[in-house]
């Protein structure tokens, strides 16, 4: 007769195979272990199943796990909420097969096993790496549907999933709005929501709220309004948010001195972002990128590389992302030799292989230089096939530098590749233009015009008076835009009595050169210097941020401004930063 094992003999192994999994460190020995609860009889535990599925997923083996969990071996009728919640949570922090988890969500309903409130906020985490707005609403009607529509926790995840969805921050902010109750993380998340899509003023509008209802921010309130600040270009809230946590102590880990360091870097000053970095007891990979990033936009290309030799004397081994940088700050710095030395050794000296970006900073690193030739044979040579992103780089390079037929090339090719993208159009519109190509460059206008497309429109934003400012080409709709454009037009007759000649070959539109001088006049930097001009004493800085990359003409007449004026002027565009000093600009035209 076979005797069946005591309770206490099934707890002994039990506790055994815990033990087991608990020391487990490989892979191997996961494997191993799985054999010996099918040899103990212990394959329908669903105590050992759970911590089974828990240490699968530390080496991405959460699929082995599952298919063992749902084999003939186990028996459904052992499963409970807490398996399936952690087989859930595995594929939602893997980075391919977060699908699984809403898969295994399903399952567990079709096996009659109720959701708890541990299960949402994995699956919306799911659902959130997905980005998928039509699949979240789904799931949020069933959290309705089960009662969770009043936990903080499933809440707050729920806001976090719309903010991951393209379309889902109005639904994340209905949600927020109807939480009976509000904490630091709810805040946060809809902050970081506000942020991650472009709408960074809302962002910090929502904290303005924060403080007025009483809540108090937490650490990670504070990265997300310095995400914010780095949009707006805001270094003065930027500088209020860095003495609001020293008077409320908030906790400052590594990851928040790297947000410091990288909003005072990319809201222009650098120096207090070195300083900062100096002061740090702890710093990681990140703070040396931040810091080495930050010379790189100031075209402070020497102090990089200073700097990214000092790390590897403090035993940091650099990653790719460093090298992107420390890339950018050769290119920014005209260091050509020194760039293409630091490209070899990425591979040579610590085994990276380049990817796509660093391929694009070697491109403009050559075409910076007026090296268009050499650049084209980097790209022909190239292991992998370059991006448009490569080659619009060597189109504006050929533009700059009179290599008009091979830019004119160049882009009739992209535009074959891609018919939609706009600017390809613009750029062939400007190379053109330099030819003096007026019926192409109209041919051209047409062509966008019957493919409704339009030059993306500058605008420019300037902080005045805790007050963020946007400025559109030819903008009217300020309240003083009158006013404004007189003050432009003043500055053009002052500028141009001091030397300056207006460069309209970059105006898309087919007019007379007394008119694209106008229209060149009302860009929007223009506007947006003309009003710190109206609104700041005689000598202020002035500090603005370009979405696009500062055209031929405003960058000289921002020279002459500065001089005519004497005021020091910050330009950060879509590349890099230009600071304007007695007609001077630290990009040396070379930008």
Known sequence: MQHLPSKSNIRAAEQYCLSLLQLCNSLP???????????????????????????????????????????????????DAFLFNTIIRSYAFTSEFKGDGLFFYCKMLRYGIWPNKFTYPFVLKAVAGL????????????????????NSHVLNTLVHMYCCCNGGVEYARKVFDEMPKWDSVGWSTMIGGYVRWGLASEGVRLFREMQVVGVEPDEVTMVCLLSACIDLGALELGKWIEGYIKRKNVRKSVVLWNALIDMFAKCGDVDKALSLFRSMSERNIVSWTSVIDGMAMHGRGTEAVSLFEEMKKDRVVPDDVSFIG????????????????????????????????????????????????????FVQRMPIKPNPVIWRTLITACRAHGELKLG???????????????????LLSNIYAKMFSWEKKIMIREVMAKKGMRKVPGSTMIELASEIFEFVSGDKSHSEYKIIHQMVDDIGKEIRRAGFVAST???????????????????????????????????????IVKNLRVCEDCH??????????????????????????????????FW
């Open 131 to 150: 980005g998928e707005l039509k699949l979240g609403e789904t799931v949020h009607g069933s959290v309705v549907k089960f009662g969770f529509d009043d």
């Open 556 to 589: 000289s007449a921002t020279k002459f401004i500065s001089k005519t004026y004497k005021r020091e002027i910050l330009v950060r565009d879509r590349n890099r930063f230009h600071r304007f000093i007695d007609g001077v600009c630290s990009c040396k035209d």
């Open 326 to 377: 420390l890339l950018t700050a050769c290119s920014h710095s005209a260091l050509v030799e020194q760039g293409k030395r630091y490209f070899h050794s990425m591979t040579k000296e610590f085994g990276i292989s380049p990817k796509i970006e660093h391929y694009g900073c070697m491109v403009d690193l050559l075409c910076r230089a007026g090296l268009v030739q050499e650049a084209l044979d």
């Open 29 to 79: 020995k996961l494997l191993q272990l799985q054999s010996h609860i099918i040899k103990s009889g212990l394959q329908n535990n669903p105590l050992l199943l759970t911590k089974f599925t828990s240490i699968s997923s530390n080496y991405n083996a959460v699929s082995h796990a599952s298919s063992f969990i749902f084999s003939p071996y186990v028996e459904p009728r052992f499963f």
């Open 505 to 543: 070959s970059e105006v898309l539109l087919d007019l007379d050169e007394e008119d694209k001088e106008g229209a060149v006049n009302r860009h929007s930097e223009k506007l947006a210097i003309a009003f710190a001009l109206m609104k700041t004493p005689p000598g202020t800085p002035i500090r």
């Open 408 to 426: 004119e090339k160049i882009t009739k090719q992209l535009i074959k590749h891609e018919p939609t993208h706009d600017s390809n159009y613009v």
